[in-house]
């Protein structure tokens, strides 16, 4: 099946200060890359969709000047959260869809502390 | 959009014991997945489970898709199970992401 890889893992930042997270496809061309976000003790919800060689679709109430979405590749998808302020901390994971296994399949996940 | 609702909220169990967690949507779906996400937030894919049933080991998920709503049954319950269960669905065929169901929170005593 497909793997995604996530980096890093874990990340803490200053007030302030940007923050960018990879999203990899080791195993699949992916024209499209998704992005969640789980604040602690809730559900994940889908923030942006990500699209290779064009601008990233934002969900309502996403605001799309503070998570920058570049995917360059089909391989590589990178959320940056600029200006990141402590409500910001969260744990953002990323989904590609692969056709060919069915289903979703997610990378292992950052969890951004901003302090 | 869809909206998925999922039972019970929280549940707790005594090693052995057998459970059904249960999930309802509100609109046709192509997509419907089944997570256990572990205490270090990574989604572990139980089920990709659109229709019908299948099973995997302790582990077995029925949907029915005409009535809108899909179980999955944790049978002989061990403590590793424990965590949060996670129903999604997608009607895009892949090019809409998924919308989650706020999970079970399943915690299983020895």
């Known amino acids: 099946g497909a793997v995604v890889s996530q980096h890093p893992s874990w990340v803490i930042c200053k007030s302030g200060t940007s923050v960018k997270i990879e999203c990899r496809s080791l195993d699949f061309q992916a024209t499209t890359m998704f992005w969640y976000r789980q604040f602690p003790k809730q559900s994940l919800m889908l923030m942006a969709t990500?699209?290779?060689?064009?601008?990233?679709?934002?969900e309502q109430g996403v605001e799309k000047d503070k998570f920058l979405i570049n995917h360059a590749s089909l391989t590589l998808s990178t959320l940056t959260v600029t200006s990141a302020h402590p409500e910001d901390s969260s744990f953002y994971i990323c989904s590609v869809h692969p056709r060919a296994v069915g289903g979703y399949t997610f990378g292992s996940g950052t969890r951004l502390t901003v302090v | 959009g869809i909206q998925v609702e999922q039972s019970p909220p929280d549940l707790i169990l005594q090693e052995g014991a057998n459970s059904t967690l249960r999930c309802n949507f509100s609109?046709?779906?192509?997509?419907l997945q089944w997570f256990h996400q572990n205490p270090w937030g990574q989604l572990i894919n139980l089920f990709y489970?659109?229709?019908g049933t299948k099973q995997n080991g302790r582990l077995s998920a029925t949907t029915v898709a005409t009535e809108r709503y899909s179980l999955l049954y944790i049978s002989s319950s061990q403590t590793t199970d424990s965590g949060v269960y996670f129903c999604a669905v997608g009607s895009g065929g892949g090019a809409d992401g998924l919308t989650f169901g706020k999970g079970t929170h399943l915690i299983i005593q020895p």
């Open positions: 990500s699209n290779e060689g064009s601008k990233a679709t934002y």
């Open positions: 609109d046709s779906v192509n997509n």
């Open positions: 489970i659109p229709s």
